[in-house]
């Protein structure tokens, strides 16, 4: 069987991890990387895992050229819509970078060029690889946590002044006129947002109702780095995110399942889960792999399909429409670790917790107001 023609949109950043993987299948004969575009020329190391695959600058002129079987898509979120779009009329399939879209009507124009084309697009948020994400859902689906009263996520990371600088996007809200939205809910959290409120199982065209937010911003970047969501689900599910990347002290992200038997803990970033029954540590499958498989044999179901998240992006959408940021002076918030806590456990707010620093205007989202 001849193997699969690749390209790889963006090598750089996180596209370097990419190009190692896609270097390794092509030499075991898996694939073939028929091209690499990024703007940025490539380093030795990368000349030499790309082998004799070409090196361009421009993605669209790549894809024109060598009419790839499969696209990996690792560029900037802003131009995520258009070059997926490209590369689905010329025939490929996707894998494409977490957030897929900016705003959720950019991912419903993907999910009508996808439904036009008949491609495949995988969703590169590999969070969803973890066998705990599988076991979890199996729990859930076995009723062995009884009823889901709510759920929640919390996240305490710290980023200081070099992520901030990474690029000319990051932190972005807007950027020449496109939507960007970067942010802590949106890009580091997105794994604990996605399957927040997949874990939910509403699904749907609208499996979000309605998302209360108060989002702030310790430096002069546009995007927040510091958030609250309250989140209502089609099932009637609260689904509280609370989450900062100016905690003193790092905390592995979490996401929490409370049902009426039992409460399941997901260290998502470790693969483990934990229940009352005691800890489970599980592999992980990688999101490439997993498509290649899909594409081979479709009886291999994808993990993270293009449908599957628009409830993140409900809730991205809910941050992009939301007032700026409120500013807050210093880069140390008060209490902040244990306001996250409280918010998870109550559902509350940062606002409505009494933080002295948390004065961000009431904001509510819906589906029919967007």
């Known amino acids: ?65 060598t009419a790839p079987d499969l696209a990996v898509v690792v560029t900037p979120v802003h131009t995520h819509v258009a070059i997926a779009e490209a590369a689905m009329r010329a025939g490929a399939h996707l894998l494409l970078e977490k957030p897929p879209a900016p705003s959720l009507a950019g991912l419903d124009r993907l999910l009508a060029v996808q439904a036009e084309t008949g491609r495949t697009v995988q969703v590169g948020f590999q969070a969803f690889g973890s066998g705990a994400v599988t076991e979890l859902r199996r729990r859930i689906d076995a009723g062995d946590l009884g009823d889901i009263e709510a759920i929640s996520a919390t996240g305490l990371w710290w980023r ?120 489970t540590r599980h592999a ?33 959408e809910a941050v992009r429409q939301s007032p700026a940021p409120t500013p807050v002076p210093g880069e140390r918030l008060d209490g902040l670790a244990a306001l996250t806590h409280e918010a998870a456990a109550t559902g509350r707010l940062y606002r409505e917790l009494g933080a002295t620093w948390a004065t961000a205007p009431a904001y509510t989202w819906t589906p029919e107001g967007s």
Not at 163 to 179: C, I, K
Not at 296 to 307: E, F, Q, S, Y
């Open 284 to 316: 992980r499958a990688d999101l490439l792999e997993n498509l290649l498989d899909h594409l081979a044999g479709p009886a291999v179901d994808l993990l993270v399909p293009l449908a599957a998240t628009r409830a993140f992006t409900e809730v991205a």
């Open 1 to 65: 069987m001849t193997p699969p023609r690749v390209v790889l949109v963006g090598a750089h950043g996180h596209g370097r991890g990419h190009l190692d993987q896609l270097a390794k299948l092509h030499a075991d004969g898996r694939i073939a990387l028929v091209g690499v575009a990024d703007p940025r020329p490539p380093c030795p190391e990368q000349r030499a895992a790309a082998a004799d695959a070409p090196w361009r600058r421009d993605a669209a002129s790549l894809i024109g050229a």
């Open 160 to 279: 200081g002044e070099a992520y901030w600088n990474r690029a000319g996007w990051a932190g972005r809200r807007f950027l020449d006129g496109a939507d960007v939205n970067d942010g802590a809910l949106t890009n580091p959290f997105a794994h604990a947002v996605a399957l927040a409120v997949t874990l939910d199982g509403s699904g749907g065209h609208e499996s979000v109702r309605a998302v209360d937010l108060d989002t702030y911003r310790t430096r002069p970047a546009e995007a927040h780095d510091t958030a609250s969501a309250r989140i209502r689900t089609a099932r009637g599910t609260t689904v509280t995110v609370a989450a900062t990347l100016c905690a003193e002290a790092e905390e592995e992200p979490v996401v929490v399942v409370h049902g009426t038997r039992d409460t399941a803990t997901l260290h998502y970033t470790q693969d483990r889960l934990v229940t009352a029954a005691g800890e």
